[in-house]
Nanobody, 126 residues
Framework: EVQLQASGGGLVQAGESLRLSCATS????????IGWFRQVPGKEREGFSC????????YYAESVKGRFTVSADSPKNMVYLQMNSLKPEDTAVYHC?????WGWGTTLNGIEYDNWGQGTQVTVSS
């Protein structure tokens, strides 16, 4: 059974950092791509980053590029999202997912999830 679980959210002030973790199981991690999404009630879900685990290729949406960094730890089947310079508009529930994604350079052009994980709340106060 494919499982993904995001953790590490919390309440921070604008400008501060958080590191989210995504624990995965039930699939071949090294052959997968893992993406990050965020959801705010009443707004469209945003897929903003992904990593191809095998070759560590990463893509980012413009909304997070330069502030967020995604990485993978194959022995642990874990993916991490380092979020720096957080802004109030980053407030959302963050989910990791097993995805298909594509881009150009480091720019994310498209992302589709195959399996969705439980999210973690990130709140950034001004």
């Amino acid at each position: 059974e494919v499982q993904l679980q995001a953790s590490g959210g919390g309440l921070v002030q604008a400008g501060e950092s958080l590191r989210l973790s995504c624990a995965t199981s039930g699939f071949n991690f090294d052959h997968a791509a893992i993406g990050w999404f965020r959801q705010v009630p009443g707004k469209e879900r945003e897929g903003f980053s992904c990593i191809s685990v095998g070759d560590h290729v990463t893509y980012y949406a413009e909304s997070v590029k330069g502030r967020f960094t995604v990485s993978a730890d194959s022995p642990k089947n874990m993916v991490y999202l380092q979020m720096n310079s957080l802004k109030p508009e980053d407030t959302a529930v963050y989910h990791c997912a097993k995805v298909s994604c594509w881009g150009w350079g480091t720019t994310l052009n498209g992302i589709e999830y195959d399996n969705w994980g439980q999210g973690t709340q990130v709140t950034v106060s001004s």
